[in-house]
């Protein structure tokens, strides 16, 4: 069955540290990836998206994240990171159908 | 633009009660739409999808059910509410071949607490 699994449940940085979250995917086709933002009170927003083209893909408030195919992984990064950036961090992917299937979060915790 | 609407926002029921949560999607027509569990540490689990009306696929067999009586709406519900049955729901809604790529967008979700 289709899974994503995100490595880091928790993770606890300083303000102005980088940032990497890994996301891992089990699908051997043709894949849509995403990473969503859940901040504290609020509903899941898009952070950025992967269809096709350049694997390296920008998305809101300095992330980014590059898709490497032969490791079927989509790791989010940030290179500084902001107290702002406390929230839950969820990986997901369309692989080739209707459903999008999540991880199970990471909650970032920053540090003032 | 498009938007969704999800209620109740909470709700609090007795174990052997009914449930029905209520989403409707404006702004587009024949979307895609799910229902999503979501559950500390568990992640988004997906539970019901319809890729039109009156069509429903069940993910994970369980106490719940989905019916789509019209084409922007998306019932949850369930006859018999079971402690288990407590968490955080979500609708959602995609729309295929459109310009913004097949991106799922959520609503602001329900918390159903069974007593």
Same mark, same amino acid.
């Given at each position: ?29 043709? *894949? ?6 859940? !901040? ?8 950025? $998206? /992967?269809?096709? #083209? ?26 500084? *990171? ?6 839950? !961090? ?8 209707? $459903? /999008?299937?999540? #991880? ?9 | ?115």
């Amino acid at each position: 069955a289709q899974s994503v699994s995100q490595h880091n449940h928790h993770v606890i940085l300083s303000e102005a540290a980088s940032l990497e979250l890994g996301c891992n995917y089990s699908y051997g086709g043709t *894949v849509n990836l995403f990473w969503y933002v859940q !901040y504290p009170g609020q509903h899941l927003q898009l952070l950025l $998206k /992967y269809f096709s #083209g350049d694997p390296l893909v920008k998305g809101i408030k300095g992330f980014e994240a590059e898709f490497i195919k032969s490791k079927f992984s989509f790791n989010l990064r940030k290179p500084s *990171v902001q107290w702002s950036d406390t929230a839950e !961090y969820f990986c997901a992917v369309r692989p080739g159908t209707y $459903k /999008y299937i999540f #991880g199970t979060g990471t909650r970032l915790k920053v540090l003032a | 633009s498009q938007t969704i609407h999800q209620w109740p926002a909470t709700l609090v029921q007795p174990v052997g009660s009914p449930l029905s949560l209520e989403c409707t999607v404006e702004g587009t027509s024949n979307p895609n739409l799910y229902w999503y569990r979501q559950a500390a540490g568990r992640g988004l689990q997906l539970l019901f999808y319809s890729v039109g009306i009156g069509q429903i696929s069940s993910e994970v067999p369980q106490n719940l059910s989905a019916s789509r009586p019209q084409d922007r709406q998306f019932i949850l519900s369930s006859k018999k509410l079971l402690l288990s049955d407590s968490g955080f729901y979500l609708c959602a809604w995609s729309r295929d071949r459109s310009p913004s790529g097949n991106t799922i967008y959520f609503g602001e979700g329900s918390w159903l607490t069974v007593v």
